[in-house]
């Protein structure tokens, strides 16, 4: 995939907001992978920062909504994994001073 509309596509994912924390699913750390093939198949790869997050349709929806108008894409697959784990390690600097932890 071009890394232009891969970057085009994480730019559009910067506005699905984690509704717990208030910062977007991006600069938390929670998106692994943006990857698209030949047929327009977008697949996501993403974690959540729990298991059993109960936001956790809600979340996906929303990164579907926030990819559906791009053109290129016929279908988008999101794929939630928990390996490798999620920690604040991910997280963008921007995100850690919104959420007041230290870098």
Not at 7 to 13: S, Y
Not at 23 to 44: E, R, S
Not at 69 to 90: G, L, Y
Request: charged share 25%; glycine share 6%; aromatic share 6%.
């Amino acid at each position: 995939m071009d890394e232009a509309l891969k970057e085009n596509f994480l730019g559009a994912l910067e506005n699905v907001i984690d509704p717990e924390l208030g910062i977007d699913i991006v600069n938390l750390g929670l998106i692994y992978d943006v990857d698209m093939d030949n047929n327009g198949l977008c697949k996501v790869t993403m974690t959540l920062t729990s298991m059993g997050c109960p936001l956790a349709g809600h979340i996906e929806a929303d990164v579907r909504r926030a990819l559906a108008d791009f053109p290129e894409i016929k279908d988008i697959q999101v794929d939630i994994v928990w390996d490798p784990p999620w920690s604040k390690d991910r997280m963008s600097r921007y995100a850690k001073i919104a959420l007041g932890i230290p870098d």
